[in-house]
């Protein structure tokens, strides 16, 4: 393997234009500056290179769990959209995921906050039945996601080309 040690929020040991593709998934928030990071991606992208992103929605879900796991922000569509264009590039694609998950979120973050007095552990697997189900929601929303942008979720994916 040919790993180089980096900083998103300086300059990368890439020389300019040097990928086709960048993925980043779930890295952005854990940034003190953001733009940075885009800037650095769009820097090292061949012209209509694509990126592929994802992050954490909402700030209201902003939970203890974001900060163990040292999380910075949370973000919303319609700003996540404005801050990748603004360093270059132009969104294809930008959706909420894991919808159909927000209801037991919320539910789950306010019993949490009630009965743990707002401690958090780090993440737990489920019983295999529960991730089961889990798996198959997340599947039947791919495919919905495919055709239509979902307007809520508890993550964004964006991809979006090099100008």
């Known amino acids: ?27 952005v928030e854990h940034l003190n500056h953001d733009q940075s990071a885009l800037a650095e991606f769009s820097r090292i992208l061949k012209p209509k290179g694509y990126l592929f992103l994802t992050v954490p929605a909402y700030q209201f879900l902003w939970t203890k769990h ?15 959209v404005k801050l990748v264009e603004s360093s270059g590039f132009k969104v294809t694609k930008a959706s909420y995921f894991y919808s159909f998950l927000i ?16 401690r958090s552990k780090t993440t737990v697997i489920p019983p295999k039945p ?13 495919k919905i996601v495919e ?3 979902l307007p809520t979720g508890i993550s964004i994916f964006l991809i979006a080309q090099k100008k």
Not at 2 to 7: E, L, T
Not at 68 to 79: A, F, P, T, V
Not at 130 to 142: G, K, S, V
């Open 66 to 80: 974001d900060a163990i796991l040292w999380h910075k922000r949370r973000y919303r569509r319609g700003n996540l």
């Open 1 to 27: 393997y040919n790993v180089h040690y980096g900083n998103l929020e300086k300059s990368l040991p890439f020389g300019k234009k040097a990928f086709d593709a960048i993925t980043c998934l779930d890295v």
């Open 130 to 142: 529960i991730n089961f189900m889990l798996m198959a929601i997340c599947a039947l929303e791919r």
């Open 147 to 149: 055709k239509v942008s």
């Open 103 to 118: 209801p037991p979120a919320i539910l789950l973050f306010k019993l949490k906050l009630i009965f743990n007095k707002g």
